[in-house]
């Protein structure tokens, strides 16, 4: 369960105001990558907090309006698909984390990154930061990043559904599924698809 002890340890190395960031939606063939960045009051506890993906659709929901209402700071961030197949899926998503930390209001001073990677060949993590693999099970403030994108994500995904229903995106999110696939090789792809993930077809 994530912790209160990387952001702990930055602030005992004289780092005030540290974010978590954490981004969704990198394997999906359609649709934009969302990223979030959540700077949490100390010692903040959250019944249920945890890595997006271990908890369910209808408890992220009450965590996204929680950690909304009670972050000392909170953004999301996100790139388009037709961005992704321009500069391609890591900077994409280095450079969504990038946009949710610049949008923090107070600003952070340091972040913890989720996975192993904080630079692709043209976007690159600009604010001193930890690269933690597994951030989301870890960190609380991680944890709290990855509910705000995988929701807004969600959401997202659940609106393109609507202007798109033949590809029963409210399903899948866009992820490469059986059922994604059969619907691609019947209708082509939509406006949304990232082209540079269609390989397979």
């Known amino acids: 369960m994530p912790s209160w002890d990387l952001e702990h340890s930055a602030m005992a190395q004289g ?5 978590g ?14 990223a979030a960045a959540v700077i949490l009051p100390e010692g903040l506890e959250l019944p249920y907090l945890n890595d997006s993906k271990q908890v369910t659709e209808k408890r992220r929901e009450v965590l996204f309006d929680q950690i909304k209402e ?39 001073d340091y972040a913890l990154i989720d996975g192993n990677r904080d630079h ?10 930890k690269l933690v693999v597994k951030g989301d099970n870890l960190s609380v403030s991680v944890a709290a990043a990855s509910i ?9 995904m659940r609106e393109m559904a609507v202007l798109y229903p033949q590809y029963e995106f409210e399903r899948h999110k866009g992820y490469p599924t059986k059922r994604h696939y059969e619907l691609l090789r019947e209708f ?7 082209r540079t993930f269609l390989k397979n077809l």
């Open 21 to 34: 960031c954490d981004e969704a939606g990198v394997g999906p063939l359609a649709g934009r990558v969302y």
């Open 70 to 108: 009670q972050a000392a700071a909170w953004a999301v961030a996100w790139i388009e698909p037709a961005e992704i197949d321009k500069i391609d899926i890591l900077n994409s998503r280095i450079k969504a984390m990038q946009l949710a930390i610049d949008a923090l209001i107070p600003k952070a």
């Open 120 to 129: 692709g060949s043209k976007c690159a993590i600009a604010i001193d930061h």
């Open 148 to 156: 705000l994108a995988k929701v807004s994500r969600d959401r997202y």
């Open 188 to 194: 082509g792809p939509c406006p949304i698809h990232r």
């Open 15 to 19: 780092c005030g105001a540290v974010c």
